[in-house]
């Protein structure tokens, strides 16, 4: 099993910046692929980003040049910088592992999730 807890969401400018990370705990936290997910309320939930065991990385169209992905082995933590963020990007940010799939923007093909972090773009 692996637990999943999210933190650093809160409320924003539009045009500004914040950094969620999300600490594992439960399984060798090297081996999991790591992902970034949003779900805006009424939406389905949608892919933001993806970083694989390797430290190979994905990102969403919509976010690619505002939003890095990166990860810490050591303290098994992953991080999701946003910057220029948009109103419309307001929504709760779930962090998610996969033990199986090496990169994947779908989330039925991952394992595990964490509560969600709200971000909230204020205009």
């Known amino acids: 099993q692996v637990q999943l807890v999210e933190s650093g969401g809160g409320l924003v400018q539009a045009g500004g910046s914040l950094r969620l990370s999300c600490a594992a705990s439960g399984r060798t936290f090297s081996s999991l692929s790591m992902g970034w997910f949003r779900q805006a309320p009424g939406e389905e939930r949608e892919f933001v980003t993806a970083i694989t065991w390797s430290s190979r990385t994905y990102y969403a169209e919509s976010v690619r040049g505002r939003f890095t992905i990166s990860r810490d082995n050591a303290k098994s933590t992953v991080y999701l910088q946003m910057n220029s963020l948009k109103v419309e990007e307001t929504a709760v940010y779930y962090c998610?592992?996969?033990?199986?799939?090496?990169?994947?923007?779908?989330?039925?093909?991952?394992?595990?999730w964490g509560q969600g972090a709200q971000v909230t773009v204020s205009s």
């Open positions: 998610a592992a996969s033990s199986g799939i090496e990169l994947s923007t779908a989330t039925d093909d991952y394992n595990y």
